[in-house]
């Protein structure tokens, strides 16, 4: 089996002393791992950074076996924010939940789209809340739809709207702009709780069922925006 198609970088382990096995999330293909032979070299490595956008020949004698990529930087994207450790550890942490969300070998151009709309989300003067809606269209996408407005209950204290969860066994405050996307909510400690709350969601209901726990370069993003 031999193709080529356009992907994002999601994850990188080293497989000897030379190669790495990687995953991509590629256009065409979906989620593929493979081996890059050399990838340690300091002629490629440098363009393997997690969430860089990579032309990618995949080469495989048969479906059963893990095949090998060879590489071509189409854009390196995650350079760009070295200097930004906030947005980085961003970087890390979605590229994982796609690594762990998604099943191999299986296409789907939305989540492709969504990844490349990640990069315009970075630039974007209120990038955590717009980060915060990208990790929702995520869980959307595929059939986790968190719909909060039918879970909760509004009142008003002291001229000002709130809502509170309608769950009988514990009352959690929800930010106002996860209801109303117009809300011009950009206070870090709402956002935080915003995080928090949808961390909480992925972990109980999508990880929890199968076997996954909350990843720590999530915990790690949160932590490293207080």
């Not at 059963?64 to 924010?81: T, V």
């Not at 106002?176 to 961390?199: A, M, P, Q, S």
Request: aromatic share 14%; with cysteine.
């Amino acid at each position: 089996m031999i193709w080529d198609d356009i992907g994002f970088l999601i994850s990188k382990n080293r497989f000897n002393e030379n190669s790495l096995i990687t995953e991509f999330f590629t256009k065409n293909h979906g989620k593929i791992s493979g081996i890059i032979f050399g990838g340690t070299s300091k002629k490629i490595k440098n363009y393997l950074q997690i969430g860089n956008k990579i032309h990618v020949n995949f080469y495989s004698k048969s479906d059963n076996k893990i095949g090998y990529f060879k590489i071509e930087i189409q854009e390196a994207l995650s350079p760009l924010y070295f200097d930004d450790q906030k947005k980085l550890a961003c970087i890390s942490s979605a590229m994982n939940l796609i690594k762990i969300l998604t099943a191999e070998s299986q296409r789907n151009f939305q989540i492709f789209k969504l990844l490349e709309d990640f990069y315009h989300i970075l630039k974007s003067k209120n990038w955590i809340k717009d980060y915060i809606f990208w990790e929702l269209d995520l869980f959307k996408i595929l059939g986790y739809d968190l719909d909060f407005k039918s879970l909760v209950e509004k009142k008003i204290e002291g001229n000002k709207l709130k809502y509170t969860s309608k769950s009988v066994n514990e009352k959690k405050i929800i930010p106002n702009f996860l209801i109303d996307k117009n809300d011009t909510e950009e206070d870090l400690e709402t956002l935080l709780v915003g995080l928090r709350l949808i961390g909480d969601y992925l972990e109980k209901t999508i990880l929890k069922p199968i076997n996954q726990s909350l990843p720590f370069s999530r915990l790690y993003f949160i932590n490293s925006l207080k």
